[in-house]
């Protein structure tokens, strides 16, 4: 079944889950309206199921490859970008000075959510160029924001952002490459990067790339790594194209998935660059940006695992495979267990895209508010929404191989891309471990003041779900409690060690419990006997429950992790 954008979705998630609302109400983005979201929910769901979405097998039987120094995409890829930046879909949340937009980024999200089960791989891209125009938008000189955002923010130029190194992966400040100043106010950059997700392509332009390295003076580690902007080729004055820069792609990595997008290895030999932000403060020029990829990535995986459900479902709908207990469609959707891996896939879905908006929404609202307390939900939800986003779509992907029985491992049905495609998602932007070790350390350096007030906004919901329906209101009040406790422990825990020795299923328990809060939102909103309320109830019931176990294990400590000595781990 061809990929088809699930735009009602998205549309009852914002007006009744996460409170859009909220956000058109700002003078920020009073254009907002929902005339204008139906346009663009409507008009981005036809971009992706009609154009992007059948680009999405090219990807991955035709990757990315390198030709002389020249990287050629995969078949219809560039006929894509184009259309992507042709209809001003890099530039939704641009500011409009610059050509942009200027709408909520929650508008963003959701459009960066149906281009990832449309086709990962390409939507990589103006994924990467987003983050990057919010990177310079905070902390570029004027003069380089006139030059680079207007074409950016058109799609004519791309974005990439370079950190890792082959000694310096998640450890950043141990990078080697290095900027000599060139005495005309610009930069020679020297270095190597890996894995730099399209650092280049065929779709004409230009390639810019914010670049990590060290000045002269710059102290060792994270504090004296400075930001520069390196573009393939030199603009002009008038931003046309100049000469070459000192820079080239010398290998594409040959992956588990993503074929389509191409994973260079980037070298730069004394290549001209200039100074973004202040010397020696680059980490939190490009933390902007990281920021911004980190939802997003979370939203790949969402993605991900809508066009791994939508798959599966269509071929459960098909196969006829064995006899059930009872009468139904004759396919292999009767059977009980196929039900309940497409129902956990449908509910891990929700949980998981609600969360991501609801993500969104607080940013929306920091931007237009200038409050503290938004500040600090989008904080406190952006490990969340990353690693839980990823997790979800890692496991959907896989369950939707589980669904096709033995034609999932058979590649002609393209369940198997979905798994290779979305695999990654959990390891880039900061693995899922380093999101679950910045909410109980960083996140929770305000004494879980930001998570409390979350938690106490779930159990006032659940409190009123109780006595309009009991038997979903009470477990979600129940489990919200649990959460109170557990966090209230973790906070109280000065060894940092033991909290980062419980931080992933602590993070996993956080969601599993807004993952309930949303379903309940979601099916207060409707009749009883609707169909977000029954899937409400099997969220509720079946998976909910899960939250027990992983807090219980978050608070266990961190002894048993280095009981068994490192010698002994080969016995």
């Given at each position: 079944m061809p990929y088809q954008a699930p735009v009602s979705e998205f549309r009852y998630i914002l007006d009744h889950v996460v409170g859009m609302d909220q956000v058109a109400a700002t003078e920020r983005f009073a254009e907002a309206t929902p005339e204008t979201v139906e346009a663009i929910l409507t008009e981005a769901g036809r971009l992706c199921q009609d154009v992007i979405a059948p680009l999405n097998r090219n990807g991955d039987l035709d990757p990315a490859r390198l030709e002389n120094g020249v990287v050629r995409t995969s078949k219809g890829f560039a006929e894509g970008y184009k259309a992507i930046a042709e209809g001003g879909w890099v530039g939704i949340s641009a500011p409009a000075e610059f050509g942009g937009m200027g709408l909520p980024h929650t508008l963003t999200t959701v459009f960066n959510d149906m281009i990832s089960a449309a086709c990962l791989s390409l939507g990589l891209n103006p994924l990467l160029t987003q983050g990057q125009i919010e990177a310079l938008e905070a902390h570029a000189p004027d003069w380089m924001k006139q030059m680079y955002l207007p074409r950016l923010i058109s799609g004519e130029w791309t974005g990439t952002m370079n950190l890792t190194e082959p000694q310096a992966g998640s450890d950043v400040g141990a990078l080697r490459s290095k900027a000599e100043p060139n005495g005309d106010g610009s930069y020679a950059v020297t270095g190597q990067k890996i894995y730099i997700s399209w650092g280049d392509h065929d779709f004409g332009g230009n390639v810019c790339h914010l670049v990590l390295a060290r000045l002269p003076d710059g102290?060792?580690?994270?504090?004296?790594?400075?930001?520069?902007?390196?573009?393939?080729?030199?603009?002009?004055?008038?931003?046309?194209?100049?000469?070459?820069?000192?820079?080239?792609?010398?290998?594409?990595?040959?992956?588990?998935?993503?074929?389509?997008?191409?994973?260079?290895v980037m070298q730069f030999d004394g290549a001209k660059g200039w100074l973004v932000g202040?010397?020696?403060?680059?980490?939190?020029?490009?933390?902007?940006?990281?920021?911004?990829?980190?939802?997003?990535?979370?939203?790949?995986?969402?993605?991900?695992?809508?066009?791994?459900?939508?798959?599966?479902?269509?071929?459960?709908?098909?196969?006829?495979?064995?006899?059930?207990?009872?009468?139904?469609?004759?396919?292999?959707?009767?059977?009980?267990?196929?039900?309940?891996?497409?129902?956990?896939?449908?509910?891990?879905?929700?949980a998981a895209r609600s969360i991501a908006l609801a993500c969104a929404v607080a940013l929306d609202m920091s931007k237009a508010t200038g409050e503290a307390e938004w500040e600090a939900r989008a904080a406190l939800l952006t490990p969340i929404a990353k690693a839980f986003g990823t997790e979800t779509g890692m496991r959907a992907a896989e369950t939707g191989v589980q669904v096709h029985g033995g034609m999932g491992v058979i590649e002609e049905t393209g369940a198997a891309q979905y798994s290779r495609d979305v695999r990654v998602t959990a390891i880039y932007e900061g693995t899922n471990g380093i999101q679950a070790m910045d909410l109980v350390a960083r996140k929770m350096a305000d004494g879980g003041e930001a998570a409390q007030a979350l938690i106490d906004e779930m159990q006032a919901v659940a409190e009123e779900a109780r006595?309009?329906?009991?038997?979903?209101?009470?477990?979600?009040?129940?489990?919200?409690?649990?959460?109170?406790?557990?966090?209230?422990?973790?906070?109280?825990?000065?060894?940092?060690?033991?909290?980062f020795a419980g931080a992933v299923p602590f993070l996993s328990a956080f969601a599993r419990v807004l993952g309930g809060h949303y379903h309940l939102k979601a099916a207060m909103e409707e009749a009883e006997d609707g169909p977000r309320t029954k899937l409400a109830r099997f969220y509720i019931n079946r998976l909910l429950p899960e939250h027990v176990g992983l807090l219980a294990q978050s608070m266990v400590g961190s002894t048993d992790l280095y009981a068994l000595r490192p010698e002994e781990m080969y016995a």
């Open positions: 102290a060792p580690g994270t504090r004296g790594i400075s930001l520069f902007m390196v573009p393939k080729y030199l603009p002009n004055e008038d931003g046309s194209l100049g000469e070459a820069n000192t820079l080239k792609v010398v290998s594409l990595e040959h992956k588990l998935g993503l074929h389509g997008s191409p994973t260079c202040e010397a020696h403060k680059g980490m939190a020029a490009m933390f902007t940006m990281m920021n911004n990829a980190r939802l997003g990535v979370g939203v790949q995986g969402i993605g991900a695992a809508d066009g791994a459900y939508q798959h599966a479902l269509a071929y459960a709908l098909d196969r006829k495979q064995g006899k059930t207990p009872v009468e139904g469609t004759g396919t292999i959707v009767d059977h009980a267990d196929v039900r309940r891996m497409l129902l956990t896939m449908k509910a891990d879905l929700f006595a309009r329906n009991g038997d979903l209101g009470d477990p979600v009040w129940q489990a919200t409690e649990s959460l109170r406790e557990a966090t209230e422990w973790l906070v109280a825990q000065k060894d940092l060690n033991v909290r």
